[in-house]
């Protein structure tokens, strides 16, 4: 059964970093699509970048340049370094794996960027 769980959310000012990190399991991980959303209260949940099977990667308008995406399929691992991050950052982010026709979810890491 796939799992996914993120880790590395919490608080920190603006114009600071914040690493997240998901671990996968499975021994399918490579063949799917990954991806991050988030969503705050009153909100949609919302794309923030996507990465595919062979890598091509696509990010909402309001990161790029300042979020990157990656993984490590050796590792089961799938990362997004968040830079320059700003109030409107604040979520909770959801990491994501789509695989042969079914979207599997991560269960939320909240983070909260001060003034």
């Known amino acids: 059964q796939v799992q996914l769980v993120e880790s590395g959310g919490g608080l920190v000012q603006a114009g600071g970093s914040l690493r997240l990190s998901c671990a996968a399991s499975?021994?399918?991980?490579?063949?799917?699509?990954t991806g991050w959303y988030r969503q705050d209260p009153g909100k949609q949940r919302e794309l923030v970048a996507d990465m595919s099977s062979g890598e091509v990667t696509n990010y909402a308008d309001s990161v790029k340049g300042r979020f990157t995406i990656s993984r490590d399929n050796a590792k089961k691992m799938v990362y997004l370094q968040m830079n320059s991050l700003k109030p409107d950052d604040t979520a909770v982010y959801y990491c994501?794996?789509?695989?042969?026709?079914?979207?599997?979810w991560g269960k939320g890491a909240l983070v909260t960027v001060s003034s």
């Open positions: 994501n794996l789509r695989l042969f026709g079914v979207t599997y």
């Open positions: 499975g021994s399918m991980f490579r063949f799917g699509a």
